[in-house]
């Protein structure tokens, strides 16, 4: 059945130029193509603890799963190489919201929160073009908390409509979790997957104008419950799978289903919707360190090697011509704030620690971001990392001890297995590591 799918999301994709679930939407109109609006509508959906391993179009995972609809998306938009994020899921939030990174805004590790001092992207697109964008967000918000209106955080941070799960982890239970709608709560019983995906089509569906949805999905997250079997194709998974059970195939099962929701998210636009939608997919840290591939287990979630911060990142639709390219400049999480920013037509090109990479949807460039940066803070360790096109400075920074950093040759030692920090010829690369990690942290 999957491969069946999957066979008829490309050939739709094909079709769209831009593939999708399947379904109508994706055949243009017979009088050509539909008109375009002045400001794209953008969709910008987040997955939960997917690093690149466990992702269809990077080489690291053995074990992949089925994503028909990502795939298409792929297929017909762009793939980024290099892309970061945080270590853990908060941290990486907060920089797409404010455009800074967390040694700024206080957001270091999971479960902090924003301030709302703070001004969003969306606040941010509305006071440069205002009425132009309706905005939601839908889904984990993991930024909220008692002391900056749990409930209705994402509304005081100025968006429009919210429903989801605005702090914690994601939720203890796919099936019965709280539901809270602008600031409202209520209990809910429908797989989580499922729900944001039918709240942000809901929702979508109503507008008039351009629209920025944030659709942040808690899967593929622990806990590692079995999707419903309409999902995926993994019907011989026990449930709630108990160590030392192999819990891969949940986690993948998880991603499956996400694949399919996005899919038939997709399947609901209109020609005319779609056709000015441009969607931006990505992770928000890697892989969780019980079943990372590649990489050393505790290169995993939580850490700042590239098992940690290198996510999947495609983007597709209305604007992108690099149609089935790669891109291998550096783009941090942090370059969402700025990139959205200019592709709503705010003609952000940089701000704070945010730099846009729109212009590398339409063409190959040298103009790039010459480092990125990512960190991580809590009560057990300090850590941060930074790098350039092929070099990687760590530094690990216990509680109480004294600090060790690490430098790394990506491009020969893409796992981090190999420190030179101590190696003379690469003596040059430490210092400017070094002087920028300096700069970003001053």
């Not at 006071?127 to 994402?154: M, Q, R, V």
């Not at 460039?365 to 350039?388: G, K, L, P, Q």
Request: charged share 20%.
């Amino acid at each position: 059945m999957m491969w069946l799918r999957f066979c008829a999301y490309l050939l739709l994709g094909v079709l769209a130029g831009c593939g999708g679930g399947g379904g109508g939407s994706a055949t243009p109109p017979i009088d050509g193509p539909p008109p375009l609006n002045p400001n794209p509508n953008i969709l910008l959906i987040i997955s939960d603890d997917v690093g690149l391993d466990a992702s269809s179009g990077y080489t690291i995972g053995t074990e992949l799963p089925a994503t028909p609809t990502l795939d298409a998306l792929a297929a017909n938009g762009l793939i980024f190489d290099n892309a970061w994020a945080n270590p853990v899921c908060s941290p990486t939030r907060a920089t797409m919201l404010t455009g800074r990174y967390g040694y700024r805004t206080g957001v270091l590790t999971a479960g902090d929160d924003i301030s709302l001092d703070e001004t969003s992207l969306q606040s941010f697109i509305d006071t440069n073009i205002p009425n132009t964008y309706s905005h939601a967000a839908f889904g984990k918000w993991h930024l909220a908390g008692p002391e900056n209106g749990e409930d209705d955080n994402p509304n005081l941070m100025g968006i429009d409509r919210y429903a989801g799960l605005p702090a914690g982890a994601g939720g203890t239970n796919y099936f019965d979790w709280t539901l809270v709608q602008d600031g409202q709560s209520e209990e809910s019983f429908e797989y989580t997957t499922t729900a944001f995906a039918n709240l942000a089509s809901d929702w979508i569906a109503t507008q008039q104008q351009p629209w920025f949805a944030w659709l942040a999905f808690n899967a593929a997250h622990t806990p590692f419950h079995v999707p419903p079997l309409d999902l995926h194709d993994r019907d011989t998974l026990p449930e709630n799978p108990q160590p030392p059970v192999n819990e891969l195939p949940y986690y993948l099962a998880a991603i499956e289903a996400m694949d399919f929701e996005i899919g038939r998210l997709l399947d609901r636009l209109s020609p005319t919707v779609r056709a000015n939608t441009i969607i931006i997919y990505l992770g928000d840290n890697g892989t969780p360190r019980r079943v990372v591939q590649g990489h050393a287990s505790d290169h995993g979630k939580g850490s700042v090697y590239e098992g940690g911060v290198a996510v999947p990142m495609i983007i597709a639709g209305r604007g992108v011509t690099r149609i089935g390219e790669r891109e291998d400049g550096l783009v941090g999480s942090v370059d969402l704030f700025a990139t959205i920013a200019s592709l709503a037509g705010t003609n952000t090109d940089e701000i704070n620690d945010s730099k846009s990479f729109a212009h590398l949807l339409t063409e190959a460039t040298t103009s790039r971001r010459e480092y990125a940066y990512a960190e991580i803070e809590n009560d057990d360790r300090s850590d941060w990392t930074i790098r350039n096109d092929r070099y990687k400075l760590v530094e690990r920074m216990p509680t109480g001890g004294a600090p060790v950093q690490e430098l790394y040759d990506l491009e020969a030692d893409p796992f981090e297995q190999n420190n030179r920090v101590n190696d003379v010829d690469l003596a040059a690369t430490l210092i400017e590591l070094q002087a920028q990690a300096a700069l970003i942290r001053q």
